[in-house]
């Protein structure tokens, strides 16, 4: 009976779908150290991006201001960015290249400590948004990449699925805090906390490149 199949066939879907692809990952050496490292990667840009346009406001530049340098001049940045963190990766490896990235990613936001002392100078301005959009274009290229090479080809598109949102999931979590911290401590304190907390995914990646065999990086099956 054909409707008699059709709850087979829906478990099969629901298995081969969610469930085997969580199930390969699972296997593999170390992965929930894979899986912290993928949701703290990010962090720095998530604690910071919620408040950037607030802290641009009470700096007292104008919203002219703020798109010429920041939407303007800023995504030219971020390509430059994108070129030179696949280059630092395909000189590298992925690993040592996603270090690097992640290391200029982080101590860039350091840069918003130099604009919170100078307020609304526009030079200021624009050297921390070019600092900033080519860090992020670095990151996010050589993170992207490394995320891939966590996908197994059979599940490729569920673990990819799965570890984009747990790289997002940062953005959800800062979005309610963010603004009670920059209100407690000040901008220059802020931004320093935003450093703060991407040392730890740092810290995980330096303890999977000693940890982690290079064949063990390839996805092992269920």
């Not at 840069?111 to 992020?136: C, D, H, K, L, R």
Request: proline share 5%; net charge positive.
């Amino acid at each position: 009976d054909p409707l008699a199949t059709r709850p087979q066939r829906a478990l099969s879907w629901l298995k081969s779908t969610l469930v085997l692809p969580f199930l390969e990952f699972r296997n593999r050496p170390h992965w929930w150290g894979v899986l912290a490292f993928v949701v703290l990667y990010r962090f720095p840009d998530s604690f910071l991006a919620v408040m950037a346009n607030v802290f641009y406001k009470d700096m007292g530049l104008t919203n002219t201001e703020i798109a010429a340098v920041s939407k303007t001049f800023g995504a030219g940045a971020t390509i430059f960015g994108i070129f030179v963190g696949g280059l630092v990766v395909h000189r590298l490896g992925a690993m040592r290249g996603l270090l690097v990235c992640g290391f200029v990613q982080v101590f860039s936001n350091l840069m918003y400590v130099w604009m919170a002392q100078a307020g609304s100078s526009i030079p200021v301005f624009a050297m921390t948004i070019a600092v900033e959009n080519i860090s992020g274009g670095m990151g996010g290229t050589a993170f992207i990449g490394y995320m891939s090479t966590l996908c197994s080809p059979g599940y490729a598109g569920t673990q990819y699925a799965m570890l984009s949102a747990l790289a997002l999931s940062g953005r959800n979590v800062f979005s309610t805090i963010t603004g009670i911290v920059a209100d407690q401590v000040g901008w220059t304190w802020f931004f320093i906390t935003s450093t703060a907390v991407g040392i730890p995914g740092l810290l995980i990646l330096v303890w999977l490149m000693r940890n982690t065999p290079a064949e063990s990086s390839e996805p092992v099956a269920p």
